[in-house]
C-alpha cells in the first residue's frame, strides 16, 4: 500500500470545455547549477520499477522520476501539461482530445537511438493497462473511459462512457513506451520491462546493483529541459535506525520518510532540514475474511476494541500522528467526522467474543466448536523496525489479554507480497495504504477487486457498499459524493474489514546543501528536476 500502500489518482476541479496550451519548453534558464548526487535512503526495496504493475510506495516514488503523464501538476496543485502540450473537452464531457508533444523521445536502451513519443505509445499504454491479464490496482480507477483511439501521429482522442467529476486529472497516468515491454499484449512482473523500464521522464535507469540501489542519471534530452542533480540513489534499508545513522554520518543525505521516534536526532543536528509533508495515509491491520474465524465482523470488531490504539500511538511514534475511524484517510474531504474512533475496551472485546461464541479453553485460548483462536499476522520483514515490531508485539500482546493466540512471522518482502496477493495465505497482515485526494477507495472494498494481486487481499464483500461505491463514482454532483462516501465510512467502520490505526505526520530530512526541495505529498519526487545543489555543496 501501498509499505504497502495504495495508489489512487489525484482530482482536481476544472471545467468542462476548456482549451488550455502550453510553449514549447525550453532547456533550463534559471540560473541553477547542474551537478551532485542525491543519495536517499528507503526503509525496504521497490517491487517493480514500471509505472502499471507496481504498487508500493517505494517503487512509485521511482516511477515518478522515470515516466509522465498526459497531464501533471504544479506546485500549487493546478493541473497543467505534460506529454499532452495542450487539450480539448467535449461540451457534454465525454470526449478528451489531447496534442501531444513533439519534442519528447525515450530514454535510449545502450548502443540504441533514442525512439520519438508518439500516439501509439499512448495507446499502447491505455489498452495494455486495461488488458485482462495485466495485474495492476490501475485498472478499477480507469474502466470509465469507452475507448482511446489515435487521431494522428501526435492526437489521441479518450471517449468516456459518461461524464465523471475532474475526469481531467486522472489522464496523469503513466505512459509506457509501445517498444518497451517484451509481451505487447500484457505486462506481468516477469517481464523484463517492470525491472529495468524507460520513460521520457527527467531520470534513467542506469543500475541496479547487487545492493540492490537504484542508480538513476539525469536525462540530458529531457523536454523541460535537464534536471540539475546528476544523478539519484535510491539505498534501501531494513532497519529506520540504521538508516538515520546513515544519514548522520553522511552516508546518505536524504530520507524520504522519518521514523518518528528519530526526528529529535535530526532536528537537534543544523547539517539537516527537516521537511513536513502531508500524505493522506493510514497503517492498518487487515484480515482475512475467507478464515471461518474471521467471517463473523464480532471477531474482527473485537479485535479493534482490544487494542490500545492511543496508547501504540504515544508509545511508540511520539504521539505524532492521528487516530483513524475508517477507510479514508483524516484530511481528506470525504473523511466522516461523525464517526469515532473505537475506543479501547477489553469488556466490550469479550463480550463480543462471547455474543460470537467463543468461550476460554482449559489453557485460556478462546475456542468455538473445539477450534482455538488462534491466528498467524504476517508481516513484511522490511518493516521489521523497532517501531513496527513494537506495534505488532503489542498488538499480540493485548490480544492475548481476550484469550487470542497470535504468531508473529516476518517473512522476506516478495514472499510476503505473494502470500497476501496471490495466495491469500494469512489470517492477518500489518500494512499501510498512501492515497491521494481522490477519495476512490474501489480497489481496497469492492467485490469485483477481490482476487490474484488485486488489493481486495482480504475478501471484503458487501452488495450495499458495492453499489454506493458505484453511485461516487457516476454521480457529478460533488456534495451527493460526499455524502455517499460518508455513508462508506460509516458502513466499512461498523465491519471492521481493518482495525483502523492511525495516520502518521511524515518528515523527510536532508542536507541543507540540497537547496530548492519542494515535496509532493503523494508521490514526493514530481517536482525533484528542480532541485540543485550549489557547486560548492557536493560532496
Known amino acids: 500500500m501501498k509499505?504497502?500502500?495504495?495508489?489512487?489518482?489525484?482530482i482536481f476541479f476544472v471545467t468542462f470545455g476548456i482549451m488550455v496550451s502550453q510553449s514549447e519548453a525550453a532547456r533550463k534558464k534559471d540560473g541553477r547549477p547542474d551537478g551532485g548526487t542525491v543519495k536517499y535512503g528507503e526503509f525496504g526495496r521497490p517491487t517493480t520499477l514500471d509505472s502499471i504493475t507496481s504498487n508500493d510506495m517505494i517503487s512509485l516514488r521511482i516511477t515518478?522520476?522515470?515516466?509522465?503523464?498526459?497531464?501533471?501538476?504544479?506546485?500549487?496543485?493546478?493541473?497543467?501539461p505534460e506529454l499532452a502540450k495542450r487539450w480539448e473537452i467535449s461540451d457534454n464531457g465525454r470526449t478528451y482530445t489531447f496534442s501531444l508533444r513533439k519534442d519528447v523521445t525515450w530514454h535510449p536502451r545502450e548502443g540504441e537511438k533514442p525512439v520519438p513519443f508518439t500516439a501509439d505509445d499512448v495507446i499502447f499504454t491505455y489498452d495494455i493497462m486495461m488488458h485482462p491479464k495485466t495485474i495492476t490496482s490501475l485498472k478499477v480507477r480507469y474502466e470509465f473511459i469507452e475507448s482511446a483511439t489515435k487521431v494522428d501521429d501526435y492526437t489521441v482522442r479518450f471517449t468516456l462512457k459518461r461524464p465523471i467529476l475532474n475526469a481531467l486529472a486522472r489522464f496523469s497516468f503513466k505512459i509506457?513506451?509501445?517498444h518497451g515491454p517484451s509481451n505487447s499484449n500484457y505486462l506481468t512482473r516477469k517481464d523484463?520491462?517492470?525491472?529495468n523500464p524507460i520513460g521520457t521522464g527527467p531520470y534513467m535507469l542506469k543500475d541496479i546493483t547487487a545492493d540492490r540501489e537504484v542508480i538513476l542519471v539525469a536525462n540530458d534530452n529531457y523536454f523541460k529541459g535537464r534536471p540539475h542533480i546528476d544523478k539519484f540513489i535510491a539505498k534501501p534499508f531494513a532497519d529506520q535506525n540504521i538508516m538515520t545513522q546513515a544519514l548522520m554520518f553522511n552516508a546518505i543525505n536524504m530520507i524520504v520518510l522519518v521514523n518518528p521516534r528519530n526526528i529529535p536526532e535530526i532536528q537537534g543536528d543544523k547539517r539537516f532540514v527537516l521537511q513536513p509533508y502531508n500524505?493522506?495515509?493510514?497503517?492498518?491491520?487487515?484480515?482475512?475474511?475467507?478464515s471461518r474465524l474471521l467471517a463473523d465482523k464480532r471477531v474482527r470488531k473485537a479485535f479493534t476494541y482490544a487494542v490500545n490504539r492511543q496508547e501504540m500511538l504515544n508509545a511508540f511514534f511520539n504521539g505524532q500522528g492521528t487516530l483513524v475511524s475508517g477507510p479514508f484517510a483524516p484530511g481528506s474531504w470525504a473523511y466522516n467526522l461523525d464517526v469515532q474512533s473505537v475506543p479501547y475496551s477489553t469488556k466490550k472485546a469479550l463480550n463480543l467474543l462471547k455474543e460470537a461464541g467463543f468461550v476460554r479453553g482449559a489453557n485460556g485460548i478462546m475456542e468455538k466448536d473445539g477450534e482455538k483462536l488462534s491466528l498467524i499476522l504476517k508481516v513484511p520483514i522490511e518493516k521489521e523496525s523497532e517501531a513496527v515490531k513494537r506495534v505488532v508485539l503489542a498488538f499480540r500482546s493485548y490480544l492475548k489479554k481476550i484469550g487470542v493466540d497470535i504468531k508473529v512471522e516476518f517473512k522476506e518482502w516478495l514472499s510476503w507480497k505473494e502470500d497476501v496477493f496471490l495466495k491469500h495465505n494469512f489470517d492477518i497482515i500489518f500494512a499501510s495504504w498512501v492515497f491521494d485526494d481522490s477519495a476512490d477507495i474501489s480497489s481496497l472494498f469492492h467485490s469485483s477487486e477481490i482476487g490474484p494481486w488485486k488489493n481486495n487481499f482480504g475478501a471484503y464483500s458487501n452488495p450495499n457498499v458495492d453499489t454506493l461505491i458505484v453511485e461516487s463514482k457516476l454521480t457529478l454532483d460533488h456534495e451527493k459524493r460526499r455524502t455517499i462516501n460518508r455513508k462508506l465510512h460509516a458502513i466499512i467502520a461498523e465491519e471492521n474489514p481493518y482495525t483502523f490505526l492511525w495516520t502518521l505526520t511524515n518528515y523527510a530530512a536532508y542536507n541543507k546543501k540540497l537547496r530548492h526541495v519542494a515535496i509532493h505529498p503523494y508521490k514526493f519526487f514530481t517536482f525533484a528536476d528542480e532541485w540543485f545543489m550549489p557547486k560548492g555543496g557536493r560532496r
Open 176 to 178: 509506457i513506451p509501445k
Open 192 to 195: 523484463p520491462f517492470v525491472h
Open 279 to 290: 500524505a493522506l495515509s493510514y497503517s492498518f491491520f487487515a484480515y482475512n475474511m475467507r
Open 3 to 10: 509499505r504497502l500502500q495504495g495508489i489512487l489518482l489525484l
Open 64 to 80: 515518478e522520476l522515470i515516466f509522465n503523464g498526459l497531464v501533471g501538476i504544479d506546485q500549487k496543485q493546478e493541473i497543467v
